[in-house]
């Protein structure tokens, strides 16, 4: 049986995008809580290869090692890659931050996909089948914003996990993790549709804000051959936004 790839995040956005860009070549498992959605993502790849829909909210870490070894092992399907694309953007001033919300943008970028890789890299439930791993972070980890406490260190705490986890399990598993800048997707559309924002966001990106496809396309290079030397790296693919000093607008 040909390995699979488990994609979370896959029911909208830079997952689903990702989806169906693998979907061509690659047998995929796709994660997320809306099964309507996945279920429209699933519709949306190639039939030549299966899609098998995982519909668990992993922001609810409790259980989570137990359910997912179980679920793999009860299929028996051998995987080979696993991008972590599910993420929550939280953005309030520190006043507004709460014990609970640290702790479920945590679970969420950082203790599931850690359980995950535990899992998937154990030899009782899936062999030796895991060889990459790509965790999709932002580029807003290794700087600073103002409102985003939250999910800029838990994405740091990602790029963190993506390091240790890469010299740990080398030379058999490679893991590194993407940096995105700002794309419109569901997760920033309500941000972007003020008119005024969204020109000054985009001034300051010198190749244009960027798409999903732009994001999906590095994941592919990540977990194919090509990258066979490339681990223990975060990635920053953002248009030019963070290299970029020059004050005001673009001529
Ligand atoms: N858009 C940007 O500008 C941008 C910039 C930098 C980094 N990123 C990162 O890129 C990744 C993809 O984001 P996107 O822009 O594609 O956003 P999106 O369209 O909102 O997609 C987010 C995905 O995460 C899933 N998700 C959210 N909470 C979940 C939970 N508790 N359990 C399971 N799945 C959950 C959602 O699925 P359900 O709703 O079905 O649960 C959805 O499929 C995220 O990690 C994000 O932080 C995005």
Redesign the pocket.
């Known amino acids: 049986m040909d390995n699979y790839i488990l994609i979370?995040?896959?029911?909208?956005?830079?997952?689903?995008e990702t989806a169906i860009r693998l979907s061509s070549n690659h047998n995929l498992i796709i994660?997320?809580?809306?099964l309507e959605?996945?279920n429209q993502t699933k519709e949306l790849c190639d039939k030549t290869h299966d899609v098998i829909i995982w519909a668990?909210?992993?922001?609810e870490v409790d259980e989570l090692e137990s359910e997912f070894a179980a679920w793999i092992k009860e299929r028996r399907l051998p995987i080979g890659s696993f991008v972590h694309?599910?993420?929550?953007?939280e953005m309030m001033p520190l006043r507004a931050v709460s014990l609970g919300i640290l702790q479920k943008s945590y679970a969420?970028?950082v203790f599931a996909p850690a359980i995950i890789v535990k899992v998937l890299s154990s030899r009782k439930f899936n062999g030796q089948n895991l060889k990459s791993v790509v965790f999709?972070?932002?580029?807003v980890s290794e700087r600073g914003a103002s409102a985003f406490s939250v999910?800029g260190s838990s994405?740091a705490a990602l790029d963190g996990l993506t390091r240790n986890l890469a010299v740990e399990l080398a030379p058999r598993v490679r893991i590194n993790s993407i940096l995105?800048?700002?794309?419109v997707?569901?997760?920033?559309e309500e941000i972007l549709a003020d008119e005024s924002f969204r020109k000054q966001s985009e001034s300051q990106y010198p190749l244009g804000m960027?798409k999903?496809e732009n994001?999906a396309s590095v994941v592919e290079f990540l977990l194919s051959e090509g990258s066979a030397w490339i681990t223990g790296q975060s990635i920053t693919v953002d248009g030019g936004r963070t290299i970029n000093i020059s004050s005001g607008k673009r001529t």
């Open positions: 979370t995040g896959a029911s909208s956005g830079v997952g689903r994660n997320g809580r809306n959605r996945l668990r909210d992993l922001s694309c599910a993420g929550m953007l969420l970028h999709i972070s932002s580029n999910y994405k995105p800048g700002g794309m997707t569901q997760m920033t960027g999903p994001i």
